[in-house]
């Protein structure tokens, strides 16, 4: 079973920096595709960033391109969330998620939460205005 582990979340001012991490247990994790998705109060869960398990390929959603930076380190065993110039529709539960598979996988696949196998249990990002 692999476990996933988020951290970095808290409460920043509009415009400022948070880099969350998300750490997972097993020995396979450089064969995952990693996303992070954000769930905001009364709200579905949505895609905001993935990257293939190559970490050749990275995706983002339109709202948070040109801001936020996917990245992982397979020695590590992290995935990391870079966000820059927060905005206050940043708030969100922020979630990472991990794809068996080695096939190729684009952001049909990957901006998918139904296509996750594992998920951690979330950190909190407050941007306050």
């Known amino acids: 079973q692999v476990q996933l582990v988020e951290s970095g979340g808290g409460l920043v001012q509009a415009g400022g920096s948070l880099r969350l991490s998300c750490a997972t247990s097993g020995r396979t994790f450089g064969t995952y595709a990693m996303g992070w998705f954000r769930q905001a109060p009364g709200k579905e869960r949505e895609f905001v960033a993935a990257?293939?398990?190559?970490?050749?390929?990275?995706y983002y959603a339109d709202s948070v391109k040109g801001r936020f930076t996917i990245s992982r380190d397979n020695a590590k065993n992290t995935v990391y969330l870079q966000m820059n110039s927060l905005k206050p529709e940043d708030t969100a539960v922020y979630y990472c998620a991990a794809r068996e598979g080695t096939t190729v996988q684009g952001l049909g696949v990957l901006g998918d939460m139904r296509r996750y196998d594992y998920w951690g249990q979330g950190t909190q990002v407050t941007v306050s205005s």
């Open positions: 990257i293939s398990w190559t970490g050749a390929n990275r």
